[in-house]
Structure formats: C-alpha cells, structure tokens
C-alpha cells in the first residue's frame, strides 16, 4: 500500500499515477483479508464439521471477506474510469504528464 | 406511509429508464427527472412529518423476510428523516439551479445525479457495514463522473484529482470495519 502511495505521490505520468492506486487498493484488500482471519477459526461455511448452534466460535466473520471481494470489483471499476479519463485529457493536450494540466491551479 | 425502498427504487429505475427515453426529447427527460426527484423528497417529508410531527418511533425494515445479513435492512427515525429530507430537499434545489448545465450535458448528467443522491440516501438508511460500504463507493464513483461529464473547463483533470484518495477512503473504511469485527468477535 506505502509503494503504490509513494508511486502516486512522486510519478509524473497519469497511467503510473493510476498503476499506483491499484497497488494502493490491493495493499487494502491484502491487509482486509489478513486482519480479518481469526486465529484458530475456520472458513464460514455451515457443514457436517460446523454445527450451526457452534458457528459463532467456530467461524471467521464472513463480512472482511465479503467487503474485499465486492472491493475488488469496484476497484476495477474506479481503474477503468480513471484510465477513461486520461485517454480524454491525453486527446486534448496530447501529453500524459500530468504537469501540464494547470488549469485547476491558481 | 410510503417505504422507504421506494426512494432507492425510484432513483435506480430511474437512472435506467432515462436513457431509452432519451430519444423523446429533453422536455421530457427532463420532466422525468424533476418528478422523480420530487417524488423522493415527498417520501422522505413523509417520514420526516412522521417522526417529529406525530412522534413516532424508529422504524427497522428487513427486506425479504430475513434478519441481516441475509436481508438488508433499512432504519428510519427522527435522525434519519431529518438528513433524508435535508438531502432530497437539497437534490431538488440543485437540480432547479442548475438545470441549464444539466439540460446541456444532457441525459448522462441526469443518471449521474440520481445515482449520487440515490447513494446517499442509502448511506443513510443502511445499517449494515457492507451496504454502507457499496453505498459510499456509489457515491464517490458517481461523484468523479460527474465532475467529468458536466461542463466545467479541465474537468477531466479535476475527475482524476478527485478519483486519487480513491485508495485512502477505502483504506480508512476497512480500518474501522476491521476494529469493529475485531471487537465484537472477542
């Protein structure tokens, strides 16, 4: 997640600028799903092995899991939709620095 | 009273059905768009007059006869009404002001807005973290569109400033969530 920050903060170039927020997004979604698991729990699937009257101690709680996934594909959504963007500005000014997009600045 | 899914289903039928009308003209793309705004504020000063005016007590709906979180589940009290009608009253004075930007950029800009203020309403409503979790990313998603498709100048530039803490967002969010299962499974 630091990395994919640091390549936002520091490159020049819309399409690294945007490579960096999907490595930021899949830092949150690595972390979501490694402080989600519960030492000692197994996978929130009611079987033969999981009684459900137990499942509450016995489970990991499914929602990180749930979160992530539907994380995932909202995250290709956002991707897709910033790279939409760059293919507009860059058949604008034809320049994919993003240095040269002062007009929000003053 | 009216339900409250209403409002959502409102602003998402709407946000589909605008675009295979657009052919009929703006006038009535247009029309469509105003009515189904007032439609939902009138739903939303509804509950509000509900809460505060008859006193009424917090009202949870569970859609689909299960408990969440199977179901989502909808809870509307005094709180709820009074950000609910702040929100679709604000939506609709909007709309009014700008309609001459909206009419320009046509119907996509229409979609954009309803799905924004059906996002928000949701966020609102929702009580559980996963739904409030889809519900803040139609907003913010529907958000940097419409910083891209209005008619502002550099506007794309502006949508991708304001597509960036994408990461962050999503980042605190889980925290939270992270802390809060945490908690409660301990």
């Not at chain 1, 490595?23 to 033969?48: H, K, N, W």
């Not at chain 1, 979160?67 to 507009?88: E, W």
């Not at chain 2, 990461?167 to 809060?180: D, E, I, K, T, V």
Request: glycine share 8%; proline share 3%.
């Amino acid at each position: 997640m630091i990395i994919g920050m640091w390549g936002m903060l520091t490159q020049k170039n819309m399409i690294k600028i945007i490579l960096g927020l999907a490595i930021v997004e899949t830092g949150v979604q690595l972390i979501m799903v490694a402080f989600g698991y519960i030492g000692g729990r197994t996978a929130p699937i009611l079987d033969s092995a999981v009684p459900v009257k137990d499942a509450a101690e016995m489970i990991v709680d499914p929602v990180p899991q749930a979160l992530v996934l539907t994380a995932i594909v909202i995250g290709v959504a956002v991707n897709a939709l910033a790279l939409t963007f760059v293919v507009k500005l860059y058949q604008k000014r034809r320049s994919l620095n993003i240095t040269d997009y002062k007009d929000l600045k003053w | 009273m009216v339900n409250p899914i209403y409002i959502i289903a409102i602003l998402l039928g709407l946000g589909f059905l605008l675009p295979s009308i657009e052919k009929a003209g703006s006038k009535v793309t247009g029309t469509v768009f105003y009515a189904g705004l007032l439609s939902v504020f009138g739903i939303s000063y509804q509950w509000f007059r509900h809460f505060m005016i008859d006193g009424s007590e917090t009202v949870q709906i569970l859609y689909g006869r299960y408990k969440p979180p199977l179901s989502i589940n909808f809870q509307i009290g005094s709180l709820e009404s009074v950000f609910l009608v702040s929100i679709n009253f604000a939506a609709l004075a909007g709309a009014i002001y700008m309609t001459k930007p909206i009419f320009e950029t046509g119907v996509k800009a229409m979609v954009l807005f309803l799905l924004l203020i059906m996002g928000l309403n949701g966020l609102i409503m929702t009580r559980d973290l996963f739904n409030i979790f889809v519900f803040m990313e139609i907003v913010a998603i529907s958000t940097y569109s419409l910083g891209a498709w209005t008619v502002l100048s550099d506007r794309f530039r502006q949508a991708l400033n304001t597509c960036s803490p994408e990461g962050s967002h999503r980042f605190f969010f889980f925290s939270g969530s992270l802390s809060f299962i945490r908690l409660q499974a301990h």
